[in-house]
T-cell receptor
Framework: GEDVEQSLFLSVREGDSSVINCTYTDSSSTYLYWYKQEPGAGLQLLTY?????DMKQDQRLTVLLNKKDKHLSLRIADTQTGDSAIYFCASDRGSTLGRLYFGRGTQLTVWP | DGGITQSPKYLFRKEGQNVTLSCEQNLNHDAMYWYRQDPGQGLRLIYY???????QKGDIAEGYSVSREKKESFPLTVTSAQKNPTAFYLCASHRSTGNTIYFGEGSWLTVV
């Protein structure tokens, strides 16, 4: 199976909260990341969480980490149409080399 | 402004030709990476380099080559040996003492 798995699609209405889920297999992961990709563009780092934390909040973004279940989620509060993009979960699998292992990405569509 | 510059943004290549994608960073980062992205897929690592004059194969290095003659530059050559080169290519960099990886805006390669 994949090292990092995500659901492929999520649709929400503008103003609602979005929750994007991710599971990973390698328990040695030190940092877990969320990236955003708009059409035809590179990846923008949204946030990351250290493995000994269980929550991190940054403005509208909340990351929850359940290390026991190897489950990561990204919650976007008050979702806007500008949040429509692909969101990638990534793990370092404990590597100090800076290389990342990505999920396939979740396409978030926000309806007005 | 500091960042990662990839060029060209769009490139068309005839079958049998080699092509080189440029990646330049002015972040003074030690490590640089090349990833390939196919539609609906996560990113897969092609090559990475931790220091000048040294680089390592990633998960899908066959048909690709790189060089790292300068800290700022990490060009990727897609050779004619790459069977399915049409894809979106992303360059990234990372400071060896940090935990954040930054991406360029990507280059679209189409083989015609």
């Amino acid at each position: 199976g994949e090292d990092v798995e995500q659901s492929l699609f999520l649709s929400v209405r503008e103003g609602d909260s979005s929750v994007i889920n991710c599971t990973y297999t390698d328990s040695s992961s030190t940092y877990l990341y969320w990236y955003k990709q708009e059409p035809g563009a590179g990846l923008q780092l949204l946030t990351y969480i250290f493995s000994n934390m269980d929550m991190k909040q940054d403005q509208r973004l909340t990351v929850l980490l359940n290390k026991k279940d190897k489950h990561l989620s990204l919650r976007i509060a008050d979702t806007q149409t500008g949040d429509s993009a692909i969101y990638f979960c990534a793990s370092d699998r404990g590597s100090t080399l800076g290389r990342l292992y990505f999920g396939r990405g979740t396409q978030l569509t926000v309806w007005p | 402004d500091g960042g990662i510059t990839q060029s060209p943004k769009y490139l068309f290549r005839k079958e049998g030709q080699n092509v080189t994608l440029s990646c330049e960073q002015n972040l003074n980062h030690d490590a640089m990476y090349w990833y390939r992205q196919d539609p609906g897929q996560g990113l897969r690592l092609i090559y990475y380099s931790q220091i000048v004059n040294d680089f390592q194969k990633g998960d899908i290095a066959e048909g690709y080559s790189v060089s790292r003659e300068k800290k700022e530059s990490f060009p990727l050559t897609v050779t004619s040996a790459q069977k399915n080169p049409t894809a979106f290519y992303l360059c990234a960099s990372h400071r060896s003492t940090g935990n954040t990886i930054y991406f360029g805006e990507g280059s679209w390669l189409t083989v015609v």
